[in-house]
Protein backbone atom coordinates (compact mmCIF):
# COMPACT_ATOMS: atom_id res chain seq x y z
CA UNK A 1 0.00 0.00 0.00
CA UNK A 2 1.46 3.18 -0.81
CA UNK A 3 1.92 5.88 1.50
CA UNK A 4 0.27 9.50 0.55
CA UNK A 5 1.75 12.38 1.34
CA UNK A 6 -0.28 16.21 1.64
CA UNK A 7 0.94 19.01 -0.92
CA UNK A 8 2.16 21.37 2.07
CA UNK A 9 3.68 18.41 4.07
CA UNK A 10 5.84 17.81 0.73
CA UNK A 11 6.65 21.59 0.54
CA UNK A 12 7.73 21.59 3.61
CA UNK A 13 10.08 18.57 3.83
CA UNK A 14 11.40 20.49 0.92
CA UNK A 15 11.94 23.60 2.41
CA UNK A 16 9.35 25.48 0.19
CA UNK A 17 6.73 27.79 1.47
CA UNK A 18 3.60 27.06 0.03
CA UNK A 19 3.12 30.77 -0.01
CA UNK A 20 5.87 31.37 -2.32
CA UNK A 21 3.78 29.41 -4.58
CA UNK A 22 0.92 31.73 -4.44
CA UNK A 23 3.02 34.89 -5.43
CA UNK A 24 5.13 33.68 -8.49
CA UNK A 25 4.66 32.12 -11.93
CA UNK A 26 7.46 28.70 -11.07
CA UNK A 27 9.05 28.30 -8.14
CA UNK A 28 12.27 25.93 -8.46
CA UNK A 29 13.87 23.93 -5.55
CA UNK A 30 16.45 20.63 -4.49
CA UNK A 31 15.00 18.10 -2.56
CA UNK A 32 17.31 16.37 -0.71
CA UNK A 33 18.56 14.21 -2.98
CA UNK A 34 19.66 17.03 -5.38
CA UNK A 35 16.36 16.04 -7.83
CA UNK A 36 15.27 19.78 -8.94
CA UNK A 37 11.73 20.37 -8.71
CA UNK A 38 9.54 23.15 -10.24
CA UNK A 39 5.47 24.10 -9.52
CA UNK A 40 3.58 26.35 -11.46
CA UNK A 41 1.43 28.47 -9.89
CA UNK A 42 -2.03 26.98 -10.09
CA UNK A 43 -4.35 30.51 -9.99
CA UNK A 44 -2.78 30.77 -13.83
CA UNK A 45 -3.45 34.24 -15.35
CA UNK A 46 -6.97 35.47 -15.50
CA UNK A 47 -8.56 36.59 -19.05
CA UNK A 48 -8.68 39.87 -19.77
CA UNK A 49 -11.58 42.06 -19.35
CA UNK A 50 -13.72 43.43 -21.41
CA UNK A 51 -15.77 46.71 -20.18
CA UNK A 52 -19.36 47.48 -21.09
CA UNK A 53 -20.14 51.37 -20.83
CA UNK A 54 -23.32 51.81 -19.24
CA UNK A 55 -26.67 52.26 -21.28
CA UNK A 56 -27.11 56.28 -21.71
CA UNK A 57 -29.79 57.98 -18.97
CA UNK A 58 -33.02 59.45 -19.99
CA UNK A 59 -33.56 62.91 -19.43
CA UNK A 60 -37.26 62.23 -18.44
CA UNK A 61 -38.99 59.41 -18.08
CA UNK A 62 -42.48 61.60 -18.67
CA UNK A 63 -44.33 59.48 -21.67
CA UNK A 64 -41.79 56.64 -21.21
CA UNK A 65 -42.46 52.93 -21.16
CA UNK A 66 -40.54 51.33 -18.62
CA UNK A 67 -40.20 46.83 -18.91
CA UNK A 68 -40.10 45.29 -15.51
CA UNK A 69 -38.51 42.43 -15.89
CA UNK A 70 -38.04 39.35 -14.03
CA UNK A 71 -36.27 36.46 -13.66
CA UNK A 72 -38.14 34.04 -11.86
CA UNK A 73 -37.00 34.31 -8.76
CA UNK A 74 -39.70 33.69 -5.91
CA UNK A 75 -40.87 37.05 -4.67
CA UNK A 76 -39.73 39.19 -8.01
CA UNK A 77 -43.23 39.84 -9.31
CA UNK A 78 -44.31 41.32 -6.07
CA UNK A 79 -41.71 43.29 -6.09
CA UNK A 80 -42.23 44.40 -9.32
CA UNK A 81 -45.69 44.93 -8.97
CA UNK A 82 -45.47 47.43 -5.83
CA UNK A 83 -42.73 49.51 -8.51
CA UNK A 84 -45.78 49.41 -11.04
CA UNK A 85 -47.94 50.67 -8.55
CA UNK A 86 -45.81 53.37 -7.38
CA UNK A 87 -45.27 54.72 -11.18
CA UNK A 88 -49.31 54.99 -11.49
CA UNK A 89 -49.42 56.55 -8.05
CA UNK A 90 -46.30 59.26 -8.14
CA UNK A 91 -45.78 59.44 -11.94
CA UNK A 92 -49.15 58.49 -14.24
CA UNK A 93 -47.44 59.46 -17.66
CA UNK A 94 -45.23 56.43 -17.22
CA UNK A 95 -46.34 53.13 -19.02
CA UNK A 96 -44.83 49.94 -16.91
CA UNK A 97 -45.13 46.53 -18.73
CA UNK A 98 -44.11 43.31 -16.71
CA UNK A 99 -42.42 40.79 -18.39
CA UNK A 100 -41.11 37.46 -17.23
CA UNK A 101 -37.49 36.51 -18.45
CA UNK A 102 -37.04 33.49 -19.83
CA UNK A 103 -34.64 30.48 -19.19
CA UNK A 104 -32.23 31.95 -15.75
CA UNK A 105 -30.58 34.55 -15.17
CA UNK A 106 -27.73 34.16 -17.32
CA UNK A 107 -29.96 32.73 -20.01
CA UNK A 108 -30.31 35.27 -22.78
CA UNK A 109 -33.75 35.66 -24.16
CA UNK A 110 -33.80 37.73 -27.86
CA UNK A 111 -37.60 37.55 -28.27
CA UNK A 112 -37.73 39.61 -25.09
CA UNK A 113 -34.89 42.71 -25.60
CA UNK A 114 -36.27 42.58 -29.21
CA UNK A 115 -39.50 43.76 -27.86
CA UNK A 116 -37.77 46.00 -25.36
CA UNK A 117 -35.78 47.79 -27.92
CA UNK A 118 -38.66 48.38 -30.21
CA UNK A 119 -41.11 49.35 -27.78
CA UNK A 120 -39.35 49.67 -24.33
CA UNK A 121 -37.30 52.87 -23.15
CA UNK A 122 -36.16 51.88 -19.93
CA UNK A 123 -35.80 48.48 -18.01
CA UNK A 124 -35.75 47.51 -14.26
CA UNK A 125 -34.95 43.67 -14.05
CA UNK A 126 -35.30 41.87 -10.73
CA UNK A 127 -32.48 39.94 -10.28
CA UNK A 128 -33.30 36.99 -7.29
CA UNK A 129 -30.59 35.96 -5.38
Same mark, same amino acid.
Given at each position: ??????????L?????S?????G??????????????? *? =??? @???? %? #?I?? +??????? $??? !???????????F??A??????? *? =??? @???? %? #???? +??????? $??? !?????????????G????????H
Open positions: MEARMNRRTLSLLGIPALLASTAVSAEDARGDKIE *A =LNP @KGTP %P #SQL +VPMAPRL $ATL !DGKTIYLVSDGPGDHFLDQI *A =LWF @KKNM %P #SVTT +VYRLKAG $ALA !DDDPKLWAEIKAKNAVIMAIG
